[in-house]
């Protein structure tokens, strides 16, 4: 009875106030049920992007040339684009706190080659299969080709942590009745495979696509052993967002003929694109460059007071790194300047890649001055140079005046973007005070989130 008190008084206090249950699991045996993120596919395209948990690997997701690349990456990007919706990726390098992230509602969907387990599945829904994967041993080729377990002996198995790689093993090896020792760690295949590579550990584990894309450019790396047969892998969505899973199903059944084949041979049949892209010093993978610009580009963005990595974003959505780039319009150059733009700021090569990318600067920070009276936070007032330099501060100040006589909030790009959008219709650019008439305004809008999204890829994928 006294017992029964206790417990009663103790469920009272840590939900009154709000302390997890862990005290309650650990010495009464008692699990309270804690409420899951809900959030299907219509309220995701109400908010406007999902979110994806991928790895940062060779196959996942990383930055060549200041290009977003990777086979989960461009599946990602069109699934997002059959959903209408913007794609933000979350770069998690534990699996298991990848489930975290999709139960607490961080992201609504995981994107790694993931098997089936009943613990998996626990609140979760798997995809239909996106393809089968074989689970290779990797080791030195000066260790010994492997033929059989036994020659692993006593040895050593580092597995990362979070797979099913670890429980795979232990069953190969009671059935066996073997000694090697499977270990778990936290470091992801790749880190694993170049512990290898150095000779700090003899062996690792990973799925056929990382083994052999990482083959390609270790001489010497053996991957021949085969850890169990081809099983199916799939991504997961949360168990209550059944719309988002069925949409992902009918995505994945209509690019399973062509899309998903071109894509895995794009980036795993072709050994010798596969050996640049993760060895050069402009991917992510390797190096920490984004262009041979990278040194004028952090000189620029000094003078702006922005991230480096802000202002490369916007130079590749401009011109791809391009000196010689020329747009129909005219433009020209790394920051993609019109002929009287480059003549009011000093440039007079715009192939010469330190005028043209100053000259792009003088301009962005005439912009900055234009609009730090009305939007004195830097963080909106960044949305509206980059506008601004895409349309024409014309167009974003109409816009401005707009928000400013239907009441509404001036120094909020969310609420300017719309009155830019509507430039497009005669009773928006027709009104009296609009100055500068008719324009696409939604491209101007979508340039925004563009060199944003890249942003956050360049921010997430290469140091400061």
Known sequence: MKRASILFTLVFVLLFFGVQCTFLEKNFGVKLT???????????????????????????????RGRRMGYEYELLRDLAKRLDVQLRLVLVSDIDAAFDFLENGKVDLIAMNLEENPQRAIGNSFSIPLGNMKTLLVGREKEGKIKSWEQLANDTIFVREGTVYESKLNEIKD???????????????????????????????????????NAT?????????????EGKVAWVVRENSPILLEKLNEWMLDKQKRFIPDLYSKYFRNSKNSYFRNTSPFSSLAGNQISEYDEIIKEGAEQ????????ASLVYKESRFDTTATSYAGAQGLLQLMPVTLERFGVTNPNDPQQSLLGGVRYLRYLDKFWIERVPDMNERLKFILASYNIGHGHVEDAWRLTLKYGKSTQSWTEVSKFLELKSDPEYYKDPVVKSGFAKGHLAVNYVKDVLSIFQSYKSLVEP
Do not use: C, H
């Not at 450019?217 to 047969?229: F, M, N, P, T």
């Not at 702006?304 to 202002?311: A, E, H, P, S, T």
């Open 175 to 213: 059935s066996l009745n073997l000694g090697f020792i499977v270990k778990a760690s936290k470091n992801q295949e790749e880190v694993l495979i170049d512990q290898v590579v150095n000779g700090q550990i003899k062996w690792t584990v990973a799925d056929q696509n990382i083994a052999m894309a």
């Open 34 to 64: 804690k409420d899951t993120y809900i959030l299907d596919l219509p309220g995701i395209q109400k908010r406007g992007f999902i979110r994806a948990a991928v790895d940062n690997n060779t196959t996942g997701y990383y930055i060549y």
């Open 217 to 229: 450019y270790y001489e010497g790396l053996d991957v021949s052993w085969k850890i169990s047969d």
């Open 304 to 311: 702006l007071g922005w991230d480096w990595r802000l202002l």
